[in-house]
């Protein structure tokens, strides 16, 4: 049986279902981004589900063009962009 484990906050709820043991081992290594776009503020936070990483982040598009381009490499590597 699947477990399904949901977060709710002020803006939006995350509903993640658990692919563990379902005989795949991308599905069971799998994570996620939740990437959003915010005005002047930045959030960069990480859970571990049932041994998921998720992640949430925020893009500030009151920054340039070039700090923009930073932030979203920052948010799709592994290790930060200088």
Same mark, same amino acid.
């Given at each position: 049986?699947?477990?399904?484990?949901? &977060?709710?906050?002020?803006?939006?709820?995350? !509903? &993640?279902?658990?692919?563990?043991?379902?005989?795949?081992? @991308?599905?069971?290594?799998? #994570? #996620? =981004? =939740? =990437?959003?776009?915010?005005? #002047?503020?930045?959030?960069?936070?990480?859970?571990?589900?049932?041994?998921? @990483? !998720?992640? &949430?982040?925020?893009?500030? =598009?009151?920054?340039?063009?070039?700090? !923009?381009? &930073?932030? %979203? %490499?920052?948010?799709?590597?592994?290790?930060?962009?200088?």
């Amino acid at each position: 049986m699947k477990r399904c484990v949901a &977060f709710t906050s002020t803006r939006s709820t995350l !509903i &993640f279902v658990s692919q563990v043991g379902c005989g795949d081992p @991308r599905a069971d290594n799998a #994570g #996620g =981004l =939740l =990437l959003h776009p915010s005005i #002047g503020e930045m959030v960069d936070e990480t859970v571990v589900i049932q041994g998921h @990483r !998720i992640r &949430f982040a925020t893009v500030d =598009l009151t920054a340039s063009a070039t700090e !923009i381009r &930073f932030q %979203l %490499l920052n948010c799709v590597s592994q290790r930060p962009v200088s």
